[in-house]
């Protein structure tokens, strides 16, 4: 029997059935509007029985019916708000008015109506306006992430060698060429690499950062180029995009690009030449649109001689290279960047004696800018008073201060005894010629009583006559 009632006799009764079942409400009009068909759903709308409306412009229900200009003009029209007013109350819908053809000849009109009721309507508005909040505030935390830290005016300094490498960097920033930056580490790559995005054209586009040294090498190829879902054991269904994808429009930062290893070089090299991104797993292509930054502390031509750099990637990654001053290269900006690192511990009241100060200058500085900033955080620890004085200072510094080589013996033997003998007085003379020999400040500073320094002087033999001599041959300004 259930079969019997899908026979071509009985189809029109089922398509009445179903249609009249739906809480969509649906009519149909022919080119003249004249209503030909209309569920119960939305005759309840009108307020009208269904007997009455078929066979009658629609324009008598809807005195404002859009149903003349779409099968005049063949257009679709989508999403329109309406509000019809009968028996049961306000009713609000929204309408799509969908224009039938037949070889090309505009039959007549569809119109489906999305909601039944005013509540109904809110409730999906609501949702909508949820979901909107929601995407705004994930755009934002993205835009966020993807923001650079740090700008041109990061690179503090006044120096001259300093002053020259801003205005090179800017020119660089200017043009859409890739650029390597190099230098030791600790220089402020990243810093660079960020102003060189905040100068360019696309700095309102996302900065991305990838440090290559920090994926683990198995883990590389799906962090960049992402991949998608089922490609590997352990690959989230969704598929993930990659690190690169994220760059479009934008500029891409690979730091330490010399520890990246050789299949994601030639990978990363072909994204390069054509533009065209493939996730892990897929053959579909994606177009990126990015701007290539990089650096190294590393040789890469030794690493290029050594096959472990490919000479193709190379010459892509450094049409333009950019190398930042080592701290040593630029002593004069130490007593500003000091200021500057002070000023962001929120110790900017903090003084620096000259003393103090001419260590610090003295110093080699291997780690460079990240090693002065470290120091100088280790330093308000042992501060006094809100002062830093050599006393404040790491013992290692004092070991490339120039002006303290000759005051005191090189150890015999290089154990730890010794090592600490030997620091422990430099630190002393430094102490008591800046305090101008004047033992109880000198004591208060070293942080031990006067009668333990008269001990100490008296373990090494010191007094003002011959440390003022070893000042002397060791060119130390008191």
């Given at each position: 029997?259930?079969?019997?009632?899908?026979?071509?006799?009985?189809?029109?009764?089922?398509?009445?059935?179903?249609?009249?079942?739906?809480?969509?409400?649906?009519?149909?009009?022919?080119?003249?509007?004249?209503?030909?068909f209309?569920?119960?759903?939305?005759?309840?709308?009108?307020?009208?029985?269904?007997?009455?409306?078929v066979?009658?412009?629609?324009?008598?229900?809807?005195?404002?019916?859009?149903?003349?200009?779409?099968?005049a003009?063949?257009?679709?029209?989508?999403?329109?708000?309406?509000?019809?007013?009968n028996?049961?109350?306000?009713?609000?819908?929204?309408?799509?008015?969908?224009?039938?053809?037949?070889?090309?000849?505009?039959?007549?009109?569809?119109?489906?109506?999305?909601?039944?009721?005013?509540?109904?309507?809110?409730?999906?508005?609501?949702?909508?306006?949820?979901l909107?909040?929601?995407?705004?505030?994930?755009?934002?935390?993205?835009?966020?992430?993807?923001?650079?830290?740090?700008?041109?005016?990061?690179?503090?300094?006044?120096?001259?060698?300093?002053?020259?490498?801003?205005?090179?960097?800017?020119?660089?920033?200017?043009?859409?060429?890739?650029v390597?930056?190099?230098?030791?580490?600790?220089?402020?790559?990243?810093?660079?690499?960020?102003?060189?995005?905040?100068?360019?054209?696309?700095?309102?586009?996302?900065?991305?950062c990838?440090?290559?040294?920090?994926?683990?090498?198995?883990?590389?190829?799906?962090?960049?180029?992402?991949?998608?879902?089922?490609?590997?054991?352990?690959?989230?269904?969704?598929?993930?995009?990659?690190?690169?994808?994220?760059?479009?429009?934008?500029?891409?930062?690979?730091?330490?690009?010399?520890?990246m290893?050789?299949?994601?070089?030639?990978?990363?090299?072909?994204?390069?030449?054509?533009?065209?991104?493939?996730?892990?797993?897929?053959?579909?292509?994606?177009?990126?649109?990015?701007?290539l930054?990089?650096?190294?502390?590393?040789?890469?031509?030794?690493?290029l001689?050594?096959?472990?750099?490919?000479?193709?990637?190379?010459?892509r990654?450094?049409?333009a290279?950019?190398?930042?001053?080592?701290?040593?290269?630029?002593?004069?900006?130490?007593?500003?960047?000091?200021?500057?690192?002070?000023?962001?511990?929120?110790?900017?009241?903090?003084?620096?004696?000259?003393?103090?100060?001419?260590?610090?200058?003295?110093?080699?500085?291997?780690?460079n800018?990240?090693?002065?900033?470290?120091?100088?955080?280790?330093?308000?620890?042992?501060?006094?008073?809100?002062?830093?004085?050599?006393?404040?200072?790491?013992?290692?510094?004092?070991?490339?201060?120039?002006?303290?080589q000759?005051?005191?013996?090189?150890?015999?033997?290089?154990n730890?005894?010794?090592?600490?003998?030997?620091?422990?007085?430099?630190?002393?003379?430094?102490?008591?010629?800046?305090?101008?020999?004047?033992?109880?400040?000198?004591?208060?500073?070293?942080g031990?009583?006067?009668?333990?320094?008269?001990?100490?002087?008296?373990?090494y033999?010191?007094?003002?006559?011959?440390?003022?001599?070893?000042?002397?041959?060791?060119?130390?300004?008191?």
């Amino acid at each position: 029997m259930t079969e019997d009632i899908f026979d071509a006799s009985r189809q029109q009764n089922l398509f009445d059935c179903i249609l009249n079942s739906l809480t969509t409400g649906i009519f149909v009009t022919d080119k003249d509007y004249i209503v030909r068909f209309i569920n119960e759903a939305y005759a309840s709308y009108l307020g009208f029985p269904r007997e009455e409306i078929v066979g009658r412009p629609i324009t008598d229900f809807i005195p404002d019916s859009s149903a003349p200009r779409v099968t005049a003009s063949g257009m679709a029209e989508m999403g329109e708000l309406r509000t019809f007013k009968n028996r049961e109350g306000e009713r609000v819908i929204v309408v799509n008015r969908l224009p039938f053809k037949y070889q090309g000849r505009v039959l007549g009109m569809l119109a489906s109506a999305i909601f039944s009721s005013r509540e109904e309507f809110n409730v999906v508005a609501k949702r909508i306006e949820t979901l909107d909040k929601q995407v705004a505030r994930y755009a934002r935390r993205m835009k966020s992430a993807l923001a650079p830290r740090y700008c041109l005016d990061s690179i503090k300094g006044n120096s001259k060698t300093i002053r020259a490498f801003r205005d090179i960097l800017v020119q660089y920033a200017r043009t859409e060429v890739s650029v390597l930056i190099t230098g030791a580490t600790g220089t402020g790559k990243e810093l660079a690499a960020s102003a060189i995005h905040c100068e360019s054209p696309r700095r309102e586009g996302p900065f991305v950062c990838i440090n290559c040294a920090a994926i683990p090498k198995e883990l590389f190829e799906s962090e960049l180029f992402g991949y998608v879902g089922g490609a590997f054991s352990g690959a989230h269904k969704d598929g993930k995009a990659g690190l690169i994808a994220l760059a479009d429009g934008g500029t891409l930062f690979l730091d330490e690009i010399g520890d990246m290893p050789l299949p994601a070089q030639a990978k990363l090299l072909r994204v390069l030449e054509e533009r065209i991104l493939y996730r892990v797993g897929s053959t579909e292509p994606r177009e990126v649109d990015f701007r290539l930054v990089t650096a190294t502390n590393r040789d890469l031509k030794k690493l290029l001689a050594e096959g472990l750099f490919r000479d193709d990637l190379y010459y892509r990654v450094s049409p333009a290279t950019l190398k930042i001053p080592s701290l040593c290269e630029r002593r004069d900006d130490i007593p500003l960047l000091t200021a500057h690192f002070l000023e962001r511990m929120g110790k900017g009241e903090v003084r620096v004696t000259d003393s103090a100060m001419e260590v610090l200058m003295s110093y080699n500085w291997p780690g460079n800018i990240r090693e002065l900033r470290n120091v100088i955080a280790s330093s308000l620890g042992l501060c006094r008073d809100k002062i830093i004085d050599m006393c404040a200072l790491s013992p290692e510094l004092f070991s490339y201060h120039g002006t303290v080589q000759e005051l005191a013996p090189q150890p015999s033997s290089q154990n730890l005894q010794s090592i600490l003998a030997e620091n422990e007085l430099r630190l002393i003379i430094l102490t008591l010629q800046e305090q101008g020999w004047n033992m109880t400040r000198s004591a208060t500073k070293l942080g031990i009583s006067r009668a333990t320094l008269y001990e100490k002087l008296k373990r090494y033999g010191l007094n003002r006559n011959n440390c003022i001599s070893l000042s002397r041959r060791g060119g130390m300004s008191g």
